[in-house]
């Protein structure tokens, strides 16, 4: 049968994040996944449902494409400029980018996804995996990080860098 996926003209959100959105619906349908919206905030991972997980990765490799995306992330350092510069090529969100781009590195990095201050979610490089680098959900973001920088609101132009071992004991 058909299908129709509507995204409201009056909605707010960025045209990245609309563009993930129907892609995520699009998930559901190839994936013969029942939606569960509503079953929880939509903001926050920790709480999302295994179905809406699953339809969030599918949307996320329909916008950034690993076989694709790799030989574009390779020569680029994991940071704020390689994120902006990738995710203008394949118009997606600054957190779609990020992760993926962590995922693909072949240095020794992670992104982040925390809320509350609290790390939430942790994607690492297949060299951090390696490593057995972890940041447990829960965890307080680090004074010296990145991630606790901007979360205080100190904006961000060009990049920063900052030492991986304030988030490792």
């Not at 990765?57 to 390779?74: I, Q, W």
Request: hydrophobic share 40%; aromatic share 10%; proline share 4%.
């Amino acid at each position: 049968g058909w299908h129709r996926i509507l995204v409201s003209a009056a909605q707010m959100d960025r045209a990245t994040r609309r563009r993930f959105t129907v892609c995520h619906e699009i998930g559901h349908l190839v994936l013969n996944l029942p939606s569960e919206h509503g079953h929880g905030p939509d903001w926050s991972y920790a709480k999302r449902s295994t179905n809406e997980v699953c339809c969030d990765v599918f949307a996320a490799e329909l916008l950034l494409p690993v076989v694709f995306f790799t030989p574009l992330a390779r020569g680029l350092a994991p940071d704020f400029d390689a994120v902006d510069e990738l995710r203008m090529k394949f118009f997606a969100s600054r957190e779609a980018t990020a992760s993926r781009l962590a995922a693909t590195s072949r240095m020794a990095c992670g992104y982040v996804w925390s809320e509350g201050g609290k790390v939430r979610h942790m994607v690492r490089s297949p060299a951090l995996r390696e490593a057995h680098g972890w940041v447990s959900s829960g965890t307080r973001l680090p004074a010296r990080s990145a991630a606790a920088a901007l979360r205080g609101g100190s904006g961000r132009s060009g990049s920063d860098t900052y030492s991986g071992d304030v988030w490792f004991e």
